[in-house]
């Protein structure tokens, strides 16, 4: 059986790299991903389109592993994604402003690739960062 936290981690600096292929490669022909709000998205091509655009977004962005943790087939990466807004994301226009962002993402191996994958950010906070809405009022 393949070690599949190395698995994980190789996906995550394929972003890192750029490498389109071995991003896209990392995942099965079934992939689906889901992101925090709650909307899924078939097959690999679609998990590339969100990387991509993210890499867009973020044109220096990186990710930097916390923690990795291995139950079965599935795989929690805890980590941060830093990186300049330099691009369009998700119809907002670049702010040039920086951002670091704790995330979560779940994938679920099977015969060595991605299966699926859930992914927990708090877009309210990146947003907060980036200019693009108010901070929340001190308690």
């Not at 925090?36 to 973020?58: N, R």
């Not at 998700?90 to 991605?114: A, E, Q, W, Y």
Request: some cysteine.
């Amino acid at each position: 059986m393949a070690d599949i936290a190395a698995l994980a981690r190789e996906f995550l600096e394929c972003w890192n790299r750029r490498d389109w292929d071995g991003f896209r490669g990392s995942m099965a022909d079934d992939y689906s991903y889901t992101g925090g709000d709650g909307q899924t998205h078939d097959g690999p091509d679609s998990g590339l389109a969100v990387g991509q655009m993210f890499a867009t977004a973020f044109p220096d962005g990186k990710i930097d592993i916390r923690h990795v943790t291995v139950s079965g087939d599935a795989v929690t990466v805890e980590f941060t994604a830093s990186g300049t807004h330099g691009g369009d994301l998700m119809g907002m226009p670049p702010t040039g402003k920086k951002m670091s962002l704790p995330v979560c993402t779940n994938p679920v191996f099977r015969d060595g690739k991605i299966s699926t994958e859930r992914e927990y950010m708090d877009m309210m906070h990146l947003m907060v960062q980036l200019g693009l809405a108010p901070a929340p009022a001190a308690a």
